[in-house]
């Protein structure tokens, strides 16, 4: 069935059940702490299907009450819940204000009372996963290892901290997925601002789009997207933390925000260091014994032969920092809030292997550093009541330096031999690469009654890039541009008491590329552009308050980025032939949660189809002996997920997840003019894992060792079924490289002391300290050990 006719049956099955019924009364009021106003409360009406959650102003509104005698519930988690009569008289809308008082070991619990924030997202017609980050404040973990638990995804890094990693949402990876960090792009503040730098206490919530992403976000996201939510509340708060573990590695974070009621002042200051040696032990590597030597040379390699031993890395150190200060304004008559803000993110790198093992390097160095600057604007009930806006600017500068100068062949014990190329191959280089910044985001919005809105977004992103060589004389500066305008438009229906929701988007997707190719061998600038448009819809219908059912679907397109068409001047090759991608993406799902008690449980399951045109996809080059992205004609994808949790007060939680996706490659000729299918045909894409799941358990008792303390044990299992390094249609079947199944167990534990004030966590990642790898069998760390301390005000 096509695209088109799928959006056809899914608006008349979704329109044939609108009825709407119309009512003046309603309960409205604003919920505040000891701080001020409280955002994603749950307030609810007891033994009914209506609730709502509480803006960013602590304000909640019920429309259309029937009269009659109710019970209003107030709950969050952190807080005490509270129930309060109510009185709704026909044609009178009923004003309550409340204020909560906290909870003793807010930090710690993880309870679900009533609907948080993140419930809220997960119910919304898109497919989404949303992830609390309060849970693993105190671990050692960082946004990848986080969201790697997380059902559909799968994390593929090539080492130890601060390596390169490729993210899959739903079988589609790559730069086809993109990361906000509050719905601004992440790589606006360059290099080191990646998800495996952030800690996790630098985020409030993560949220996770499976293909089909929201209009806000204004992005080419063909595979779907990764939104980081900050802490938007308004109080006063300090949390800071240090951990140091195996590898001599050392990760601090500090997050903090002072603000003045009176003047509506707003500081805020964000920043981390992270520093490994990454000296972990490679196991089952080669390297040379005999021949003649000269400390680590070897001079002459007769009598010289390689044997297999395992050894630690010798060349992996990795630091990086991020600093960041914002100050704005809140709560003024001509603006809700608005921020200015400055960046700084620094990464050096040393490289110990290209992109597999069998490639040591031993001097290659990378550098980057990237200073940005932004403004924000947001403003509701902008001139008129319903109208909102929200703007964003920033300029950034990102630099990279890649150092290859030594004529040298590396092996695993640190021994070299001289060779005619560089330890990349071809030429000694100090390769720079400077890529200058511009962006603008607009959004605004206009409610034009309680069952109809509409939203409009448009993005503006312009980089260049200057790529040269300084060893060279004469050098070849290799220019490029990257103009990229997304125009999108959406309107949201509400029916049934809210209980069906539509959103209609439309895309317009424009880039303006200019870059140098070789034409033989003359250096050629060539312009090109591309304009289309995609669409879709989102929808959600909840059968009643427990059990819902959502569709998505969706024409996307993805543009190319510079490191695509440009190179990382690394491992990356440039592609001037690249062209963007497009996608086919559709989503079906149902979910259902139950509250007995104290007992909450939530299920998800869904199924997902992707077919992707032109698919971008990083594959081995074998003329440079580094990576390349190429154009596959044709890629579909099919699988489904499960995701399910249950939790106990706040003393259990127990989560599971499981995700089957079969990626295949659909494009049966490689060219017009052939009419012989390609021997890959059908296969499954190589170096992508199509069966694993997740398991997490924790357990955690109040006041076991003192007034005010939390004990609390977490273990978390990752399972990767095996699966093919390289097409399966090629080699015999007893010589195929594959990935073996992989099974790694984590665990931690963390005391907690003042009701989350002081806090120390043990942990151990990989306890059975089993051989980890996964993108192109490059071994990830071994068993390892940290401790964290971390220190929590507010």
């Not at 809308?93 to 909870?103: D, F, G, I, Q």
């Not at 809220?120 to 790697?148: C, H, P, Y």
């Amino acid at each position: 069935m096509s695209l088109n006719k799928l959006l056809l049956l899914a608006t008349f099955c979704l329109f044939s059940l609108f009825a709407v019924a119309q009512n003046t009364t309603g309960i409205s009021g604003v919920i505040k702490d000891n701080n001020g106003p409280v955002a994603g409360v749950s307030v609810t009406l007891k033994n009914t299907n209506r609730g709502a959650l509480t803006n960013e102003k602590g304000v909640f509104e019920l429309t259309n009450v029937k009269p009659g005698e109710y019970v209003l519930v107030v709950s969050s988690i952190g807080y005490i819940s509270q129930q309060k009569n109510i009185t709704v008289q026909a044609g009178r809308s009923e004003t309550l204000n409340l204020e909560l008082k906290a909870a003793s070991n807010d930090i710690q619990q993880v309870t679900v009372v009533g609907k948080t924030k993140s419930q809220e997202v997960r119910e919304t017609g898109f497919a989404v996963n949303a992830i609390e980050t309060k849970k693993f404040a105190n671990t050692t973990a960082d946004l990848n290892q986080v969201l790697s638990r997380s059902a559909g995804v799968r994390i593929r890094e090539q080492g130890g901290l601060g390596s390169n990693f490729n993210f899959s949402i739903n079988g589609l990876s790559g730069k086809a997925v993109k990361y906000f960090i509050d719905g601004v792009p992440l790589e606006l503040m360059g290099t080191a601002m990646s998800l495996n730098n952030i800690p996790v206490n630098l985020a409030e919530r993560l949220e996770v789009y499976k293909g089909v992403v929201p209009v806000q976000l204004g992005a080419d996201a063909m595979g779907g997207a990764v939104n980081i939510i900050t802490n938007q509340k308004t109080s006063n708060y300090l949390d800071f933390s240090h951990s140091y573990g195996s590898f001599n590695t050392n990760r601090t974070a500090l997050t903090a925000q002072y603000g003045d009621k009176k003047t509506g002042l707003i500081f805020k200051a964000n920043g981390f260091y992270n520093y490994s040696n990454n000296n972990y032990l490679m196991k089952g590597v080669e390297i040379l014994e005999g021949g003649t030597r000269n400390g680590k040379q070897i001079t002459d390699l007769s009598g010289a032969s390689f044997v297999t031993t395992d050894i630690e890395r010798f060349h992996d150190n990795y630091r990086s920092g991020m600093g960041q200060a914002e100050v704005g304004l809140i709560n003024k008559s001509w603006a809700d809030a608005i921020f200015i803000s400055g960046a700084y993110t620094k990464a050096n790198q040393d490289l110990q292997t290209g992109f597999d093992q069998k490639t040591v390097y031993g001097a290659v160095t990378r550098k980057s550093d990237a200073l940005s600057g932004s403004i924000r604007y947001k403003k509701d009930n902008l001139f008129t009541k319903g109208l909102s806006l929200s703007l964003f600017g920033s300029v950034s500068k990102d630099t990279y330096i890649t150092a290859d100068t030594l004529l040298r062949q590396y092996y695993w014990d640190g021994s070299w031999t001289e060779k005619g190329s560089a330890e990349m191959g071809g030429i000694k280089q100090l390769s720079h690469i400077i890529r200058p910044r511009k962006f603008i985001r607009a959004n605004t919005g206009y409610i034009i009654n309680e069952q109809h809105s509409i939203s409009i977004n448009y993005t503006l992103d312009n980089l260049k890039n200057e790529t040269y060589n300084e060893l060279l004389t004469d050098r070849d500066y290799m220019p490029g541009r990257l103009n990229k305008q997304i125009l999108g438009l959406a309107y949201q229906q509400e029916f049934l008491d809210k209980r069906l929701t539509n959103t209609w988007f439309v895309k317009n997707y424009n880039l303006g590329l200019g870059r140098n190719k070789y034409v033989g061998n003359v250096l050629t600038q060539l312009d090109t552009s591309f304009n289309n448009i995609g669409y879709g819809v989102a929808s959600r219908f909840k059968i009643n308050e427990k059990i819902g059912v959502k569709l998505s679907a969706e024409r996307a397109y993805r543009l190319q980025e510079a490191e695509e068409m440009f190179g990382d001047g690394l491992n990356v090759q440039p592609n001037p032939d690249l062209v963007p991608e497009s996608s086919d993406n559709v989503n079906a799902g149902a979910f259902a949660s139950l509250n007995n008690g104290s007992h909450h449980f939530f299920i998800e399951a869904a199924g997902f189809y992707r077919n992707a045109k032109n698919f971008i996809y990083l594959v081995p080059d074998v003329r440079s002996g580094a990576l390349k992205n190429e154009n596959k004609s044709s890629v579909r994808v099919t699988g489904f997920e499960v995701d399910a949790r249950y939790n106990y007060q706040d003393l259990l939680a127990l989560s599971a997840n499981v995700t089957y996706q079969n990626a295949i490659n659909t494009t049966k000729f490689g060219s017009t003019e052939s009419n012989v299918p390609e021997a890959t045909y059908l296969n499954q894409i190589p170096n992508q894992p199509w069966l694993f799941g997740n398991a997490d358990l924790s357990i955690g008792k109040n006041d076991l060792l003192g007034k005010n303390t939390r004990l609390q044990f977490n273990w978390f299992t990752q399972y990767v079924h095996w699966f093919y390094l390289t097409w399966e249609n090629y080699g015999n079947t007893n010589g195929k490289s594959n990935i073996p199944t992989q099974f790694i167990h984590n665990a931690a534990l963390t005391y907690s002391l003042e009701n989350g004030k002081y806090n120390i966590t043990a942990e151990c990642r990989n306890l059975g300290d089993m051989l980890a790898y996964d993108n192109f069998k490059l071994q990830k760390p071994g068993r390892s050990f940290s401790i964290k301390f971390r220190y929590f005000i507010k």
